[in-house]
């Protein structure tokens, strides 16, 4: 048993060797193969190597010949430029040389042109001749000669604006309403100053070339004498001509008219006035009453006969009632109906008397509350800005004119008062010692 083991034992390490053998047989046949493929995949990449290391040598020898000829044309036009360039100056002085006074002439002209392109876009005058600063804009950006069209455009507008400003003219055009609306109009110009529509004074717009409604007209006498002026067919008229452009004109808008000024007193201001209209109304009346009854007296002292209209015919009918009377108790029946009669004929004197003293006092409570209006817009935003002042010096001036103004007619008109009914009572008394004196002749 021990003999059938070993054989097989041996057996199995004889095949186990003899498989070991045929196996590393094939390994080494393999690798000579794969090294016979790895040395041909090798020459070819060495032959293509060597095939592109000539291909760029060719390259770079073709690159550097291009080098070589781009820096010779570059040499080349370095020098052309050079030459070009010192050519340029040659001419470049000769031109100065041969223009010399031409070129401070067109320097003068350009400077004209643009000085007077300015005007003209400022110019009233480019309402009726539209786009002539743009001519001139031209002009004035070139760098370039002017040519003599050019120069004949800027003296034609030269001339034309020096003519025009001597002219009054008519032309139709568009205008904006001051709402914006635009509407056409006949349009008066009056040389470079003015320009009126509809009895309206107009102002230009330069930023866009149109004529436009004031938005409030100066007033006054100038609106009247703009209307007559555009209803003027021929002869002469009188007109306000602003000199300025325009400035004088949009300052004189700005100035408040009468009631604006009334305004600007506030509430005190419309006391004083409601207070100064009372007196005067009622002092008017009381004026009127006063005539009339001074008629009535006059009446009765040229009549015979006796009417109880007017106190002096009240006063020859309580004689007559008491025509049985001695002298003495008839002097005192005379007494007591001219005292009846003097409240009736000085009735109102001491109301408009109060109202005469009571305006002023208004007119300065209404200035020291402007006064503290001004004082509390100083404190609280300085004095940097007077327009925040404004207001209420406005309303301290204009409270004292309106103060005055209600008192000053109040006074005259109480002293006319008080002489009228003065002169009442005098005539009542004249005839009162008439008709007592004539009593006691008889």
Same mark, same amino acid.
């Given at each position: 048993m021990r003999v059938i083991t070993l054989l097989l034992t041996g057996l199995l390490l004889s095949g186990n060797a003899i498989a070991d053998r045929l196996s590393l047989d094939q390994l080494l046949k393999e690798i000579q193969k794969s090294q016979g493929i790895e040395g041909k995949i090798n020459r070819e990449r060495e032959a293509r190597f060597i095939a592109d290391h000539a291909k760029q040598q060719e390259l770079l020898q073709s690159a550097?010949?291009?080098?070589?000829?781009?820096? /010779?044309?570059?040499?080349?036009?370095?020098?052309?430029?050079?030459?070009?360039?010192?050519?340029?100056?040659? $001419?470049?002085?000769?031109?100065?040389? /041969?223009?010399?006074?031409? &070129?401070? $002439?067109?320097?003068?002209?350009?400077?004209?042109?643009?000085?007077?392109?300015?005007?003209?876009?400022?110019?009233?005058?480019?309402?009726?001749?539209?786009? &002539?600063?743009?001519?001139?804009?031209?002009?004035?950006?070139?760098?370039? $000669?002017?040519?003599?069209?050019?120069?004949?455009?800027?003296?034609?507008?030269?001339?034309?604006?020096?003519?025009?400003?001597?002219?009054?003219?008519?032309?139709?055009?568009?205008?904006?309403?001051?709402?914006?609306?635009? &509407?056409?109009?006949?349009?008066? &110009?009056?040389?470079?100053?003015?320009?009126?529509a509809d009895g309206q004074y107009l102002r230009y717009l330069s930023e866009t070339g149109k004529l436009a409604e004031l938005a409030r007209q100066p007033g006054g006498a100038y609106n009247s004498l703009a209307e007559k002026f555009a209803a003027a067919s021929s002869g002469t008229a009188d007109l306000g001509v602003d000199p300025t452009r325009g400035v004088i004109l949009s300052m004189l808008i700005q100035a408040p008219d009468s009631i604006e000024r009334i305004q600007q007193g506030g509430g005190i201001g419309y006391i004083i006035l409601l207070l100064g209209g009372f007196g005067l109304i009622y002092g008017l009346y009381r004026l009127l009453m006063l005539t009339q009854t001074h008629k009535r007296v006059s009446e009765q002292i040229a009549s015979t006969e006796v009417s109880e209209a007017n106190p002096l015919g009240r006063i020859i009918t309580a004689v007559e009632q008491n025509q049985t009377q001695n002298t003495e108790t008839l002097e005192l029946i005379l007494d007591e109906a001219i005292t009846r009669e003097v409240p009736v004929l000085e009735k109102g004197l001491s109301m408009i008397k109060l109202l005469a003293a009571v305006a002023p006092l208004l007119g300065l409570l209404g200035t020291v509350t402007g006064m503290i209006a001004t004082f509390q817009s100083i404190s609280l935003f300085g004095t940097g800005d007077p327009k925040l002042m404004a207001s209420g010096i406005s309303q301290a001036l204009v409270t004292t004119m309106l103060g005055l103004c209600a008192a000053v007619p109040l006074l005259f008109l109480h002293s006319l008062l008080a002489y009228r009914s003065r002169a009442l009572i005098q005539v009542l008394d004249e005839q009162s010692a008439g008709i007592i004196s004539r009593r006691a002749g008889k």
């Open positions: 550097k010949n291009e080098l070589a000829a781009q820096e /010779r044309l570059s040499k080349q036009l370095k020098d052309q430029m050079e030459a070009n360039e010192q050519a340029l100056d040659r $001419l470049q002085v000769e031109l100065d040389n /041969r223009s010399g006074i031409l &070129r401070e $002439l067109t320097g003068v002209a350009k400077q004209a042109a643009g000085d007077l392109k300015a005007d003209l876009e400022s110019s009233i005058v480019s309402a009726q001749f539209p786009e &002539r600063a743009g001519k001139l804009a031209a002009m004035t950006q070139s760098k370039a $000669l002017p040519t003599l069209e050019e120069l004949e455009s800027l003296w034609f507008y030269l001339l034309q604006e020096m003519t025009e400003s001597g002219k009054v003219v008519k032309f139709d055009s568009d205008i904006l309403t001051a709402s914006g609306e635009p &509407r056409q109009a006949e349009v008066v &110009r009056i040389g470079t100053f003015n320009a009126i």
